[in-house]
């Protein structure tokens, strides 16, 4: 019964913008660790966007910081990732992960395996 589901992606041309949802349901997110990964194929699964339950802190690959922002709403049990200026190379599956841990992020996501829950993924495609 526990689920995570991704909406929100799609086709975007280079620039724009997209804004990715993952719910959760079954339980809430409470002191959860949400992250976001993504993965091309024939590529490492890369963590992209991680935030907090207890803390608020947040973590980003190299490749998108400054471009995409990690947000959470407890009432709505609900985490967002904003990403503008899209390039080509963010193509990819994006997978919205649950580690249910109090977790303090330094710096970046960590490990895909530390993250125990996933959804089913959404296809995020920038191209003119």
């Known amino acids: 019964q526990l689920q995570v589901v991704e909406s929100g992606g799609g086709l975007v041309q280079p620039g724009g913008s997209l804004r990715l949802s993952c719910a959760a349901s079954?339980?809430?997110?409470?002191?959860?660790?949400i992250g976001w990964f993504r993965q091309a194929p024939g590529k490492e699964r890369e963590g992209v966007s991680c935030?907090?339950?207890?803390?608020?802190?947040?973590a980003y690959a190299d490749s998108v910081k400054g471009r995409f922002t990690i947000s959470r709403d407890n009432v709505k049990n609900t985490v967002y990732l904003q990403m503008i200026s899209l390039k080509p190379e963010d193509t990819a599956v994006y997978y919205c992960?649950?580690?249910?841990?109090?977790?303090?992020?330094?710096?970046?996501?960590?490990?895909?395996?530390?993250?125990?829950?996933w959804g089913q993924g959404i296809q995020v495609t920038v191209s003119s």
């Open positions: 992960a649950v580690r249910p841990m109090r977790i303090h992020f330094r710096d970046k996501c960590g490990s895909p395996g530390n993250f125990d829950y």
């Open positions: 935030i907090s339950g207890v803390d608020g802190s947040t």
């Open positions: 079954g339980w809430t997110l409470d002191y959860y660790a």
